[in-house]
């Protein structure tokens, strides 16, 4: 049994079981992956994948198992070297983000600076996508740390830290008959077009079910990932839109008014999520301590190691 194998192991079912594939992924030719899935299956006397022919069509019933036993052998490898870098190299080496669009643009910058200004010779990187591109990151061990509102809690192979909370919020243009209601409704807001976020974005699934509680049907005619691009065409006066309050700015929006709607709209939260059992560079503990004062160090390491019960 070698590392090898088990990498072919592990990239076999996350390439879905095509060989060629796992093949280009590793950097070595088909008939060596399937040469040492034999040899590991001899070694082992169990069948690991279920077969049609020389086809792989998914996992066996230890397969299964041992999949999980892979994936937590690989993940304490790559720990044991993340421990040697840590004290050959205290505050050099990488830290990689994934989050989505409205959060590196509004609520990151901040940390940023700081990190940056802490820790100049670590290099960061910011790797934008949606929430379930940043939680296959993490589980693939592609990013440190991801940040979003929707998809990263009650993953398994997933802890999580709040970050903070916000609300919705309706922009109009200044001229709006909305700006002249002494009380927003949802029933006022329902009597335009809406403009507001993608589905699977910034908490749009939160607009959608407090629309349907209140048994009404918006007419939302253009969504966005983007709180930018949601803005731009309410100037163009296509509609309302419902954004993170966050994502306004008086002096950039001059030509939007934001009208406040924290009575229509549940509070969401943004939270920060890492790979359990992963082990945390310096650098990666002191950036979660900062999403998460309120947690210690100590207390964000056994939340981290604990496992899934």
Do not use: C
Not at 15 to 36: D, Y
Not at 207 to 212: G, N, R
Not at 217 to 230: E, R
Not at 266 to 284: C, I
């Amino acid at each position: 049994m070698n590392f090898q194998q088990l990498k072919i192991i592990r990239e076999t079912v996350r390439q879905g079981f095509n060989l060629t594939q796992v093949a280009e992924v590793l950097f070595t030719s088909q008939p060596g992956v399937s040469r040492n899935i034999k040899e590991l299956e001899e070694e082992l006397g169990i069948e690991i994948f279920v077969r049609r022919g020389k086809r792989l069509l998914g996992l066996t019933e230890p397969g299964k198992e041992l999949v999980i036993a892979v994936d937590q052998i690989l993940a304490d490898a790559h720990n044991l070297k993340k421990i040697a870098e840590q004290f050959l190299n205290k505050e050099i080496g990488q830290l990689t983000i994934a989050t989505t669009h409205t959060q590196a643009r509004y609520a990151l910058p901040g940390l940023i600076k700081w990190f940056k200004t802490d820790y100049p010779k670590v290099h960061l990187a910011l790797q934008q996508g949606t929430p379930s591109e940043i939680s296959s990151l993490l589980i693939a061990g592609d990013a440190d740390i991801g940040i979003a509102t929707e998809n990263l809690k009650n993953i398994p192979e997933l802890v999580t830290f709040p970050f903070y909370s916000w609300n919705h919020a309706v922009v109009v243009r200044k001229d709006h008959p909305l700006t002249q209601e002494n009380t927003l409704t949802l029933e006022k807001i329902a009597a335009y077009p809406i403009i507001t976020y993608h589905e699977g974005y910034t908490g749009r699934a939160a607009i959608d079910k407090t629309f349907e509680d209140a048994n009404l049907i918006p007419d939302i005619v253009l969504s966005a990932i983007d709180a930018d691009v949601i803005k731009t065409y309410v100037e163009l006066d296509l509609g309302v839109g419902i954004i993170a309050s966050m994502a306004y700015t008086a002096d950039k929006d001059r030509e939007l008014a934001l009208l406040h709607a924290d009575h229509l709209f549940l509070k969401s939260t943004t939270v920060a999520a890492v790979r359990r059992g992963t082990y945390l560079r310096s650098y990666t503990l002191a950036f979660l301590e900062k999403l998460s004062p309120h947690f210690g160090a100590q207390a964000i390491r056994e939340a981290i190691q604990k496992m899934e019960s």
